[in-house]
T-cell receptor, first 112, second 115 residues
Framework: DGGITQSPKYLFRKEGQNVTLSCEQN?????MYWYRQDPGQGLRLIYY???????QKGDIAEGYSVSREKKESFPLTVTSAQKNPTAFYLC???????????FGSGTRLTVV | AQSVTQLGSHVSVSEGALVLLRCNYS??????LFWYVQYPNQGLQLLLK??????LVKGINGFEAEFKKSETSFHLTKPSAHMSDAAEYFC????FGAGSYQLTFGKGTKLSVIP
């Protein structure tokens, strides 16, 4: 079955470390997105990519970086510059405006 | 930029009662509209969508929503709540900006079902 796989499900990071969250899709979707979710704040867009080797900052890109070397993959790196990284991170993909987004199951990142 | 307003961050209903979750959007053109459901520690799952055609849209798990252009609303309903409906629900509208279509999400409504 086609879908989006996010790994790991849970991730613990020490302060000052960079960590990379994986997002892979086999839906052949062109567009991919990363969101951050905090209680009571809904979904906030971090980065998005419409095509391979191209991506744009979302509303809260500071302290994050991404790459899009393959259509199937859109990894997110949470850098040490992100001051409050503890959150639930969601990856999504899309093919066209009328189809909405398909979401992965999320990664919960905790700074220890 | 479009905005999506979900009235009520938390809604409680009794099991078997009507579920009504409200969503209003700002748009000057006919939009694409979506409702998603999220269970704890999971991703968002598409409940239903409106693109064109019939304004009453039926989705999964017995939910439906009606697009009312004059009221810029897309409220989600279910005639009889079940315990398994307890989750967070997000309304979203498709918007064209910066050369691409993106979804703008509401802040979500957490539905509690009381036995």
């Amino acid at each position: 079955d086609g879908g989006i796989t996010q790994s790991p499900k849970y991730l613990f990071r020490k302060e000052g470390q960079n960590v990379t969250l994986s997002c892979e899709q086999n839906l052949n979707h062109d567009a991919m997105y990363w969101y951050r979710q905090d209680p009571g704040q809904g979904l906030r867009l971090i980065y998005y990519s419409q095509i391979v080797n191209d991506f744009q900052k979302g509303d809260i890109a500071e302290g994050y970086s991404v790459s899009r070397e393959k259509k199937e993959s859109f990894p997110l790196t949470v850098t040490s510059a992100q001051k409050n990284p503890t959150a639930f991170y969601l990856c999504a993909s899309s093919q066209g405006p009328g189809n909405g987004y398909t979401f992965g199951s999320g990664t919960r990142l905790t700074v220890v | 930029a479009q905005s999506v307003t979900q009235l009520g961050s938390h809604v409680s209903v009794s099991e078997g009662a009507l579920v009504l979750l409200r969503c209003n959007y700002s748009s000057s053109v006919p939009p694409y509209l979506f409702w998603y459901v999220q269970y704890p520690n999971q991703g968002l799952q598409l409940l239903l969508k409106y693109t064109t055609g019939a304004t009453l849209v039926k989705g999964i798990n017995g939910f439906e929503a009606e697009f009312k252009k004059s009221e810029t609303s897309f409220h989600l309903t279910k005639p009889s709540a079940h315990m398994s409906d307890a989750a967070e629900y997000f309304c979203a509208v498709s918007e064209f900006g910066a050369g691409s279509y993106q979804l703008t999400f509401g802040k979500g409504t957490k539905l509690s079902v009381i036995p």
